[in-house]
């Protein structure tokens, strides 16, 4: 597994600003009271607030799971299937070898040929865990997955009952087709917070004034929704340079409605949905 992204953030380090002494996070021992060496430092889970299960990488290393020493593919599905939110983040898998190299290239081969992901389980960190088996450029990327009891259910977050119109909606769309691009490419898609910071320490680097600070466009209390709408969309056309008319109320099209499939004797029901019950009430995977 090797990351499939890299961090172009700035970071900082703290410093103890009378003399510019670098300040450090230090492990210390609460009993002794005296920093510790790493190789004195072990994981352990706190069956109580007396009682400590130490933990060795070695038993880490070992757990007693098919996954354990590999990934292991459970099923495939089809990638619009997956809700994004489970979805987390992704590393490039690289074949073990010669051996590897053409079961490697056919599971590639097989993932580009079809419309579905593979759903697998691998052990990373100490626990088991959830992945996503998709393929980029022919190399095979695998995305770290939430179970489904880790996602919260966001029900309680739902704004107070209000009701939209059909015009409020159309126009919702119609601003929506003035925003839609091709690619996440240009420079709207620019990490301008990290741009930001540069020309503050390079300012500062050469003794220079700091660059002015842009006052943030307010956004007005909306007393008009369909107004506001019609604004937004010719900003947005204004933004892309079209100079045409205001975009009129979007074709709203019926969704099909999916046709209820025939059930034949050789039709099995869906398989672990008496194990997903009984796993619903289970102990938190972290210790």
């Not at 090797?2 to 670098?22: C, K, M, N, T, V």
């Not at 099923?75 to 079961?103: N, T």
Request: glycine share 4%; with cysteine; aromatic share 4%.
């Amino acid at each position: 597994m090797a990351s499939a992204w890299e961090d172009h953030s700035i970071h900082f380090h703290q410093y103890h600003l009378p003399d510019q002494g670098r300040v450090r996070y230090r492990k210390v021992c609460e009993l002794e009271d005296r920093e510790v060496s790493q190789d004195e430092i072990g994981k352990a889970y706190e069956l109580t607030k007396t009682q400590l299960i130490p933990i060795t990488d070695e038993e880490l290393s070992n757990l007693p799971l098919p996954t354990a020493k590999a990934i292991e593919i459970d099923a495939f599905v089809p990638l619009e299937s997956v809700d994004p939110i489970r979805i987390a983040e992704g590393y490039y898998l690289q074949p073990a070898g010669q051996v590897a190299a053409k079961p490697y290239k056919l599971l590639v081969k097989a993932l580009s040929r079809s419309a579905k992901v593979a759903v697998a389980k691998y052990a990373w960190s100490g626990r088991e865990r959830l992945g996503l088996l998709r393929v980029r450029d022919d190399v095979l990327v695998l995305h770290a997955m939430r179970w489904p009891d880790e996602i919260r259910d966001p029900t309680e977050l739902l704004p107070a009952p209000t009701e939209v119109s059909e015009e409020e909606i159309a126009g919702a769309l119609a601003l929506m087709d003035t925003m839609t691009v091709d690619a996440l490419e240009g420079p709207e898609f620019t990490d301008r917070y990290t741009e930001a910071i540069t020309q503050i320490i390079e300012a500062k680097r050469e003794d220079k004034p700091l660059p002015a600070v842009e006052e943030p466009e307010q956004p007005a209390q909306v007393l008009d929704l369909m107004a506001a709408l019609q604004e937004s969309v010719s900003k947005a056309k204004a933004s892309r340079g079209d100079a045409g008319p205001a975009a009129g109320p979007a074709d709203v099209h019926e969704l099909p409605q999916p046709q209820p499939k025939k059930k034949t004797a050789a039709q099995k029901q869906p398989a672990k949905q008496t194990e997903a019950k009984k796993t619903a009430g289970r102990r938190p995977r972290s210790a």
